[in-house]
């Protein structure tokens, strides 16, 4: 073993071996660029259409966010209005029962807010940023 060499992995052990490797790249190289050229459009295909979708998501989001603000605004009012006559009535039952409706239904729409609100962050990041 003393006068044996150890080869280095990938690397030709002479020139005729080195030549045959020219040969066999020079055979499919051309063919290999030419399938890469495709790849590498329907790669950039997807990703388009991934942004593509992912702004139509975007945009799906920031209307359910202006609308689910534009909720919240209107239980804010009614509940002003409620409390207000609550004031006046502290017993009145069915306002009592009102109040309770809108007061859960703000929980609900402060919950749907903050989610929809995480997910157009996620689809903005998704996108490297906002519109």
Known sequence: MAGRRRQARGLPRDLDDYQQGL?????????????????RAQQEAAARAAI????????????ELEEIERR????????????????????HGGLQAQHADLMSDAGRMETRWMEIGTALEAAEA???GPD
């Open 23 to 39: 040969r066999a790249r020079a055979k499919t190289g051309p063919a290999a660029a030419k399938n890469a050229a495709p790849k």
């Open 52 to 63: 593509s979708k992912s702004r139509g998501r975007l945009g799906t989001l920031r209307r």
């Open 72 to 91: 919240i605004s209107a239980i804010a009012a009614q509940q002003a209005l409620i409390e207000e006559e609550l004031c006046k009535d502290p017993m």
């Open 126 to 128: 998704e996108i490297g």
